[in-house]
């Protein structure tokens, strides 16, 4: 028998391993069969090389739960080892200084045991003892013995063992029993298991016995993998059910993907998968970290941000790459040079991809737009060298559901929807029954409209706006028709200023308090056929408080009150019918009020024009008494005025129809004001 001390600088190597890597120990599984894996492959090789003569027979790998000696064994039969490969594999380990490896991968299990060579040791962070009964494929080989404790001391003696390979039995810790329960050792060997290289079967298939009324094992392996992954298969030998019925195994509860790009590439690095592009529909966050990565068809994670670009993380699928270490660090990730070649190379073939089917059959790309645009404009947004391939295949469609390139729309409305300083406007919607007379008002002028109502829209905006030369988009809803494109300078309403703003007023006054809302009432000469009152909102500021919503930084837009200007149309009969009922009205009443305001204003300008000449501390406490009353006086009979016209508007029906009309049009008016204007609309009607 021989004893000894594991090769390293510190005897707490077990303390640390059971201590640190506790978030992560289920790993354990995945290094074991990975280990037991990398031992049949090696088999394989040598016997293709002719190195090994014998047989290789069934090759499976098995893993075995006996709860009561509370143990896994890990079972191959592989190449085995001798005494002094065990010596030369397990005793000695780089390890190079508790503390740095502390301070540094404390947090990564992953991480630290790529980086030590500690694959096999992952088994002491469940294991209280570990042993190996293992016995070379080489002629005359004895079998072999190791075990240890969790402490530096090993013992190897000789063993009976027949047959060639290795068994590594684990005798589970008393804080880690859940791993000798079936459904756990099950699930593990289901996530990290499923597809590697050589049959790993977990007990035995299972039937039901009409007899004993239960599940009962057959003789039948339990293989738990498939050993040829669709991944793994080249592309011409396969057909769509065959993508398709794949899919279903690695998403059970998902809808059919779209279409799907199998990658294969064996320069400048080694790489094999299939994205599958789903029904993304609207929203972003419920589709990430679909993507497995496997290495060498072990299972290493679905949180693959670093390795594709960030909108990639929509897609589904399946990468495989052996130049992806199986255990790496997300920093590593995010700074390897040969990663970074993988990203740009998956953002090529995607787009590729793209581009392809798109030409092939557009018919088939246009139905399943609403579906792609979401990643489309996340990957545009995120990547500037994906939408310089995307504004190729990347589509708008307008309100009647046709759809267009970026050329192609550009061509269509070039020769209609230029405004007089030369800008090309893009007229747009994002919910077409809401804004139907907006749509149908830009018809009549014969304009174009766009239908944008998918999540990433507005920050696509801004960035095309920004792509496409003398361009602006504009919802709309966001100003009246003439002013959306403007091609000549307004026209003048043939209203005086003072009329203007007494109906300004007028309606002002009645106008419904909202929380978080402002009104702001403007007069215009619309047409005699425009409606008379129409509600807009500005674009910029609607677009910046969408924007808050995907931005940081941007929370002061958010915060700000909803500005809707109400525009009356100083044409339409209706208006001008309250402006000559209001004068009729108010006039006797307002004379006398006008004719002190006047007086008062005369008055300030008068003191505002001798003050002028002086700074403000140049002036007398008597200079300043007298302009602070005459601005009060002026104040004073403005309230007067407003009172009147208020007094006047609260009764009229009209001024109060045409608002909720409005508001109606928008989707604003609710509750008691909605009941309040149908009640009125049939007393109109009688």
């Known amino acids: 028998m021989q004893k000894g001390n594991i090769g390293v600088t510190t005897e707490n190597i077990f303390p640390v391993i059971k201590k640190f890597l506790y978030s992560d120990h289920e790993i354990f599984l995945r290094e074991m069969v990975s280990n037991a894996v990398d031992a049949t492959q090696k088999l394989k090789t040598l016997a293709q090389q002719g190195e090994f003569k014998g047989e290789l027979g069934d090759v499976t790998v098995h893993v075995a739960l006996d709860t009561d000696k509370g143990t896994i064994t890990i079972s191959d039969r592989g190449i085995g080892m001798t005494e002094e490969e065990i ?157 398709q019925s794949f899919y279903r195994t690695l998403y059970p509860m998902s809808d059919e993907p779209m279409f799907w790009i199998h990658l294969n590439v064996d320069y ?70 040969e990663v970074k070649k993988i990203s740009t190379y998956i953002t090529k073939k995607v787009a590729d991809r793209l581009l392809s089917i798109f030409k092939e059959d557009r018919k088939q790309y246009e139905e399943k737009w609403d579906d792609l645009k979401l990643f489309i404009n996340y990957g545009m947004l995120s990547e500037e060298s994906f939408y310089d391939k995307a504004k190729d295949f990347a589509l708008l469609k307008d309100v009647e559901g046709k759809y267009f390139t970026f050329d192609e729309y550009k061509t269509l409305i070039e020769g209609s929807q230029k405004d007089k300083d030369g800008n090309l406007i893009y007229l747009y919607a994002t919910d077409k029954e809401e804004q139907y007379s907006y749509i149908q008002a830009a018809k009549d002028k014969g304009y174009s409209v766009l239908l944008l109502d998918g999540q990433l829209d507005v920050p696509a905006i801004q960035m095309l706006e920004q792509k496409f030369e003398k361009s602006r988009f504009t919802r709309v809803d966001s100003d009246i028709i003439d002013r959306l494109i403007v091609k000549e300078d307004a026209k003048k309403s043939e209203l005086s200023q003072e009329q203007c703003d007494n109906l300004s007023a007028l309606f002002n006054s009645q106008m419904p308090k909202m929380e978080k809302t402002e009104f702001m009432v403007q007069v215009d000469a619309l047409g005699a056929e425009a409606r008379p009152v129409i509600i807009t909102q500005n ?71 001798q003050q002028s000449s002086k700074k403000y501390d140049e002036l007398t406490q008597d200079d300043k008494n007298m302009k602070a009353e005459c601005e009060k006086a002026v104040q004073e009979q403005k309230d007067k005025k407003q009172a009147v016209l208020n007094d006047y508007a609260k009764g009229n029906d009209i001024i109060h129809q045409l608002i909720d009309l409005a508001l109606l049009q928008n989707g604003m008016l609710k509750g008691e004001a909605l009941d309040k204007f149908l009640k009125r609309s049939v007393d109109l009607i009688k």
Not at 271 to 299: A, E, H, M, W
Not at 582 to 599: F, Y
Request: charged share 30%; glycine share 4%.
């Open 87 to 243: 010596d030369k594999y397990i005793n000695q380990i780089a390890f190079s200084g508790v503390n740095d490896f502390l301070e540094k991968y404390k947090d990564n299990a992953n991480s630290i045991i790529g980086h030590f060579g500690l694959g096999f040791y992952s088994s002491f962070m469940v294991a209280k003892k570990v042993e190996i009964i293992t016995k070379s494929y080489k002629e005359g080989s004895k079998a072999v013995k190791w075990s240890c404790d969790g402490s530096p001391a090993y013992e190897i003696d000789e063993a009976e063992k027949e047959d060639r390979g290795s068994d590594i039995i684990l005798y589970v810790d008393d804080d880690c029993k859940e791993f000798l329960e079936k459904e756990k050792i099950q699930q593990l060997l289901t996530k990290y298991c499923k597809f590697m290289a050589v049959p790993v079967a977990f007990g035995k298939k299972q039937e039901w016995s009409s007899e004993k009324k239960e599940m009962v094992d057959t003789d039948k392996d339990n293989v738990i993998n498939d050993v040829e992954p669709l991944w793994t298969k080249t592309p011409s030998t396969l057909k769509d059910e065959d993508y």
């Open 268 to 337: 400048p690095f080694n790489l094999t998968g299939i994205l599958y592009f789903p029904r993304i529909k609207s929203n972003l966050d419920l589709q990430r970290n679909k993507i497995q990565l496997y290495c060498n068809q072990v299972f290493v994670t679905d949180q693959v941000e670093g390795i594709v670009p960030e909108f990639l993380t929509l897609l589904h699928g399946v990468i495989d790459s052996p130049d992806i270490p199986l255990n790496v660090s997300r920093s590593y990730l995010q700074s390897d040079r």
């Open 539 to 609: 674009e910029w500021m609607r677009r910046m408080k969408e924007m808050s919503r995907f931005q940081q930084g941007m929370n002061f837009y958010g915060q700000m009150p909803d500005s809707f200007n109400i525009v009356l149309n100083s044409d339409h009969d209706l208006v001008k019918r309250v402006l000559n009922d209001s004068e009729s009205a108010t006039t006797e009443a307002l004379k006398p009020i006008e004719s002190e305001l006047k007086g008062q204003e005369a008055r300030l300008a008068a003191i505002n024009q």
